[in-house]
T-cell receptor, first 113, second 115 residues
Framework: GQQVMQIPQYQHVQEGEDFTTYCNSSTTLSNIQWYKQRPGGHPVFLIQLVKSGEVKKQKRLTFQFGEAKKNSSLHITATQTTDVGTYFCADIFFSGGYNKLIFGAGTRLAVHP | KAGVTQTPRYLIKTRGQQVTLSCSPISGHRSVSWYQQTPGQGLQFLFEYFSETQRNKGNFPGRFSGRQFSNSRSEMNVSTLELGDSALYLC??????????????FGPGTRLTVT
């Protein structure tokens, strides 16, 4: 079935270091979405990328969509303890007559002060 | 503007029972999606309702069903509960829907434990 592979599974960084999580698919991605979920919390929508090669920035967060639309990345510059959480990517796949939002397994980020 | 609310927040049920979870979307939002989150399977899409119609569907068995009312409130029902149904059930509302470039807002979830 459709899969969205996300790496790494875990990342431990010192506060101030950069962090990147990658999302890959064997099929073409359509509308890649990124979410953040704090420990004990619910997912919060961060951004949606639609166009090939698209780059969007939100303060210290930079989101990229690959030229071939097979991968996407989220990069955080100079991490802070408030960045702690799990970052998920998700995309919409069509099968069996329905659209389905498929999530990656997530990257859990720990930031050490 | 009030956020997405889900009731109840916690629930304990016995295997074989059925359960109904409720979700009230943000005012004006017509799309409600439901998700199951478990440590083993991660976040999985159950279904999406828009204007009282199921518009999109994940890969869950027929024991999982839902509906949406004219005020956009949605309920999710799970019949014949199994131990593996223990999970955090999240709903999310959106102005338009899955295929539109509109942000989804998640509720706090209902933590279901099946014993």
């Amino acid at each position: 079935g459709q899969q969205v592979m996300q790496i790494p599974q875990y990342q431990h960084v010192q506060e101030g270091e950069d962090f990147t999580t990658y999302c890959n698919s064997s099929t073409t991605l359509s509308n890649i979405q990124w979410y953040k979920q704090r420990p004990g919390g619910h997912p919060v929508f961060l951004i949606q990328l639609v166009k090939s090669g698209e780059v969007k920035k939100q303060k210290r967060l930079t989101f990229q969509f690959g030229e071939a639309k097979k991968n996407s990345s989220l990069h955080i510059t100079a991490t802070q303890t408030t960045d702690v959480g799990t970052y998920f990517c998700a995309d919409i796949f069509f099968s069996g007559g329905y659209n389905k939002l498929i999530f990656g397994a997530g990257t859990r980020l720990a930031v050490h002060p | 503007k009030a956020g997405v609310t889900q009731t109840p927040r916690y629930l304990i049920k016995t295997r074989g029972q059925q359960v109904t979870l409720s979700c009230s979307p943000i005012s004006g939002h017509r799309s409600v999606s439901w998700y199951q989150q478990t440590p083993g399977q991660g976040l999985q899409f159950l279904f999406e309702y828009f204007s009282e119609t199921q518009r999109n569907k994940g890969n869950f068995p027929g024991r999982f069903s839902g509906r949406q009312f004219s005020n956009s409130r949605s309920e999710m029902n799970v019949s014949t509960l199994e131990l593996g149904d223990s999970a955090l059930y999240l709903c999310a509302s959106s102005l338009a829907g899955l295929l539109d470039s509109y942000e989804q807002y998640f509720g706090p979830g209902t933590r279901l434990t099946v014993t």
